[in-house]
């Protein structure tokens, strides 16, 4: 199998292929459309890594919304709406055997997040919304340039008077709304409590230590406007070219662990609410993906991961 981490903008379809449709649709409302569908293959693509599972989505987060714990054995996602984001519908093509297909596409005409649909019944209500969804003559999609970053004197300034402060929703929708970049810039002015670099050597053996203890970690992909989050054991971790695949139950992560340039440890918040977590960021600057613990398993499970990633070197 091979997987693709970078999706371009949406294709266009020539001859006998499937017809695709822009939707009159932001990521608010598939936030509300998605926990309808019954069964789904979720996959959020972002820079060097995508997360795939099969399930229910639970209620999807938006941007500036107080952060739950955890969604059980549901599909968690995090969006951010209103921001340029647009929504793509490809019907069903039973002759090829391909499901019907929603594609949250982000500001800069990436693909982010792909919702796959085979069970008739999740077509058939996906099919009933679609005359309240249709805008009639579609906008062009004009793929754009990762904007550059400026480092932001204000903005650091902010992170190292809140950091400890902000509430686990504020530290996501950095991933969020701009793609982490902000973020990294802010790390090395922090101090080494709240944020130090880790040698991203180490992540291959780390995974590997992680899938023979079996200890439950959250593993999240980071794009812009869409964050996705799983949590479960992973039960094997394999190479596939330069992706490390780590499956578990309901899903699988892979990552082109090669594409990591930085890797910081940060930790924030306070005693129970407190997170430590392991954040991947590429040669841009944009985060790749980030790794914490499971808060769903108990306090143990939390401090087991706390206290192996805080004895990093």
């Given at each position: 199998m091979t997987f693709h981490t970078c999706c371009g903008p949406m294709p266009c379809h020539h001859g006998a292929g499937p017809e695709v449709r822009q939707l009159a649709a932001d990521a608010e409302t598939l936030a509300?459309?998605?926990p309808v569908f019954g069964r789904a293959v979720a996959t959020t693509i972002g820079p060097h890594a995508l997360i795939s599972e099969t399930g229910s989505y639970a209620a999807a987060e938006l941007a500036g919304q107080p952060s739950r714990p955890g969604t059980g054995s549901r599909i968690g996602l995090r969006l951010a709406a209103g921001r340029g984001e647009r929504l793509f519908y490809i019907p069903a093509d039973p002759a090829r055997r391909r499901p019907a297909t929603l594609h949250l596409i982000d500001?800069?005409?990436r693909i982010a997040h792909r919702t796959e649909l085979a069970a008739p019944e999740d077509i058939l209500m996906l099919s009933s919304m679609l005359p309240e969804l249709d805008p009639g003559v579609p906008d062009p999609i004009a793929p754009e340039e990762d904007p550059p970053r400026v480092l932001s004197l204000p903005a650091i300034r902010q992170a190292r008077a809140q950091w400890w402060f902000c509430s686990a929703c504020?530290?996501?929708?950095?991933f969020l709304l701009d793609g982490g970049g902000q973020?990294?810039?802010c790390l090395p002015h922090l101090?080494?409590?709240a944020a130090r670099r880790v040698e991203p050597g180490i992540l291959p053996s780390l995974l590997e230590h992680l899938s023979h203890r079996g200890l439950p970690f959250t593993r999240t992909v980071a794009r812009l406007g869409c964050m996705h989050a799983m949590s479960e054991v992973v039960e094997e971790t394999a190479?596939?070219?330069r992706m490390t695949v780590l499956r578990s139950g309901s899903g699988?992560?892979?990552?082109?662990l090669s594409a990591v340039r930085q890797c910081w440890?940060?930790?924030w918040g306070h005693g129970v609410n407190g997170l430590v977590m392991l954040e991947l960021y590429d040669a841009k600057g944009r985060c790749i993906g980030y790794f914490g613990a499971d808060t769903r398993n108990g306090l143990a499970t939390r401090q087991e991961w706390d206290r192996l990633a805080t004895g990093l070197a």
């Open positions: 509300m459309v998605l500001p800069l005409g504020r530290h996501q929708d950095d973020r990294r810039d101090g080494a409590t190479q596939d070219g699988l992560m892979a990552i082109d440890l940060t930790r």
